[in-house]
């Protein structure tokens, strides 16, 4: 009987370092990264210029090129730190005219290897050791940085999959935190009605003037040659020109620009470029004037007519002018 419990022992503590190695990323410590370092920072701000805030988390920014390596990379990844300062640049400086920005780096899981497994365990890995780095990262902020100030969210893509968790757990944890939130932008994954009804502190947005809200979408083209790995069953989505969830068509000219990369690969404001219609069925904004063989010939994650990578920048004024406009609605509030 004694050796019976000792090899049950055994297995379970064996069961329990497997998973943890895994959840580890094949041997890095889940122990949170110290953001009183300023090097574990993408920016923060020299001085204090606005009365609110940014906290920003960077899309997927490194991809594994050896079968060989962790499924999770360093905070010092070289490629990562490459690839997510060129994120910010054409995603998080739409709000550079509205808060004082802040951008952690955090430990990235490889998103080929996510997205190849069932999505519980696609939410095993990010919620280990991502979203470990980007809780605690905001959890330093709030407590050394934003000195009680209203503040945006806004992630992209592995960014906004972050964002989910910490808007479920953390926020629901610190509700006066909670309450200085104008508004996250949750762009480029799903944001789905069967989350929002296991988080009822939780509202998505469903006009232009809404604060405390979430605002989610995917952008793709009428036609997708295949399927679009970061939109879910049930994923909301609201139309990024009028901020509304209705399937009314926002034309081109609606549109208050855009930008663009150029042929030296600088992104440069292109007027009137994208329109957009939300897709309820498929919670998914459509993008029809777009050029799909410029900007989404498909590649190993996503198919041909997914406009992943453009979610900000075709919408990127309109992103700024409603970051705007939620964030005058919030400072006003109680007047």
Known sequence: MIKKMKKNIIIILVITLCVSFALAGYGQSMEAIDYSQTEHWLTLPSSIKKGVDVFYLYPTA????DQNEPNVCTIDNPSMVTGSNAAFAR????????GNIYAPYYRQADAVYVLSLPIEEQETVMRGIPTTDATAAFDYYIRNYNQGRPFILAGHSQGSNILIYLLSEYMLEHPEVYKRMIVAYVI????????LGKSPHLKFAEGPDDIGVIVSYNTEAPEVQGNNPVILPGAMAINPITWTRKETLATAQDSLGSI???TEGEYVTVKNYADAKVNIAKGAVICSTAEVEKWSLGNVIFPQGVFHSFDYPFYYYNIRENAANRTEKFLNKDI
Do not use: N, R
């Open 62 to 65: 490194w991809q594994k090129v």
């Open 260 to 262: 663009l990369p150029d």
């Open 91 to 98: 995603q998080a400086t739409a709000f550079e005219t509205i």
């Open 188 to 195: 480029g994954y799903s944001v789905t009605g069967d989350y």
